[in-house]
């Protein structure tokens, strides 16, 4: 059963223009979201978070939308730059403490230069 | 400051031998986690330890044995590996307080004939 998903497995987006990457998850006691950025053959790096009691947050380039009711998050990232280029992972945690972190399948980003 | 490190970088077994990966952070935190990335499954976590002599069953634990006897080191065997076991491992930690996001190590890409 697959709390968190991302319904894409790839995107293609052109440099300069809008990312945008979604998650979905099912668990209602998720409350605090997180999204983690992966190089090839490097591990994941936490990339921004939101909590449950805000609906967007931003970090530069970065923006988190969180929509609670329809239990689902986006990431915008503008503009969109081919460093960006890596697999974004959405994870969610709050079901079982903060100690344990369920993530999502992934997203490849591929920005075209 | 390395962060987390994990040892060995790549590694070959056949079935049936047994093998002993290392994680060892020095920022002092307190948790400390096991995953394994499989091609569209994400990261899935294996075992979990929130303190030095603890240890926790993840998600996907079968097959898998850890421990935890030095604060800075996280160690997960594979007593007899399997085939099933061919994945990319990561090693991740955690300060413990709070929602704080994880720091993961580079992976172990083990490959089991």
């Known amino acids: 059963d697959q709390q968190v998903k991302q319904n894409s497995p790839s995107l293609s987006v052109q440099e300069g223009r809008i990312s945008i990457l979604n998650c979905d998850y099912t668990?209602?006691?998720?409350?605090?979201f997180l999204w983690y950025k992966k190089y090839p053959a490097e591990g994941p790096t936490f990339l921004i978070s939101?909590?449950?009691?805000?609906d967007k947050n931003e970090d530069g380039r970065f923006t988190v939308f969180l929509n609670k009711s329809a239990k689902h998050l986006s990431l915008h990232i503008v503009p969109s730059q081919p460093g960006d280029s890596a697999v974004y992972f959405c994870?969610?945690?709050?079901?079982?403490?903060?100690?344990?972190?369920?993530f999502g399948t992934g997203t490849k980003l591929q920005v075209i230069p | 400051n390395a962060g987390v490190t994990q040892t060995p970088k790549f590694r070959v077994l056949k079935t049936g031998q047994s093998m002993t990966l290392l994680c060892a952070q020095d920022?002092?935190?307190?948790?400390m986690y096991w995953y394994r990335q499989d091609p569209g499954m994400g990261l899935r976590l294996i075992h979990y330890?929130?303190?030095?002599?603890?240890?926790a069953k993840g998600e996907v634990p079968d097959g898998y044995n850890v421990s935890r006897l030095k604060k800075q080191n996280f160690l997960l065997g594979l007593e007899s590996a399997a085939p099933s076991q061919t994945s990319v491992y990561f090693c991740?930690?955690?300060?413990?307080?709070?929602?704080?996001?994880?720091?993961f190590g580079d992976g172990t890409r083990l490959s089991i004939l």
């Open positions: 991740a930690s955690t300060i413990g307080t709070g929602y704080q996001p994880q720091h």
């Open positions: 668990n209602s006691m998720f409350d605090y």
């Open positions: 939101i909590s449950s009691i805000k």
């Open positions: 994870a969610a945690s709050g079901d079982q403490g903060y100690q344990k972190v369920t």
């Open positions: 920022m002092n935190h307190e948790y």
């Open positions: 330890s929130v303190g030095e002599g603890t240890t």
